[in-house]
């Protein structure tokens, strides 16, 4: 799968999660963690091109892994993680750029 498709796939399951949290709906946020995670594993193993364990304590620093998903966003589409619209505007910039626009 191609990294911007698994990019799409991680901010949707993290912007799923922090809504569940939210409305206190912990087993939605629990899923939603889990997809997260797998893909935040699929992205940096991409990314980097080391292979990693998802769920082996100590064997991911996702402090890391949030700081290269953001310098990819920034270099590829100009929009940081962290801004509360990134999924929105990392959707349409992706979707221009298949297009060719």
Do not use: W
């Amino acid at each position: 799968m191609e990294i911007d498709n698994i990019l799409e796939l991680y901010l949707k399951s993290k912007k799923e999660k922090k809504e569940a949290i939210s409305c206190q709906k912990y087993e939605k946020a629990a899923n939603a963690r889990d997809s997260e995670r797998k893909y935040s594993v699929d992205l940096y193993e991409l990314l980097s091109g080391d292979k990693v364990e998802a769920f082996a304590p100590g064997k991911f620093d996702y402090n890391k892994f949030d700081k290269m998903i953001d310098d990819y966003c920034m270099s590829k589409y100009k929009v940081s993680i962290y801004d509360t619209h990134s999924l929105t505007q990392i959707v349409r910039q992706k979707r221009l750029n298949d297009l060719g626009i």
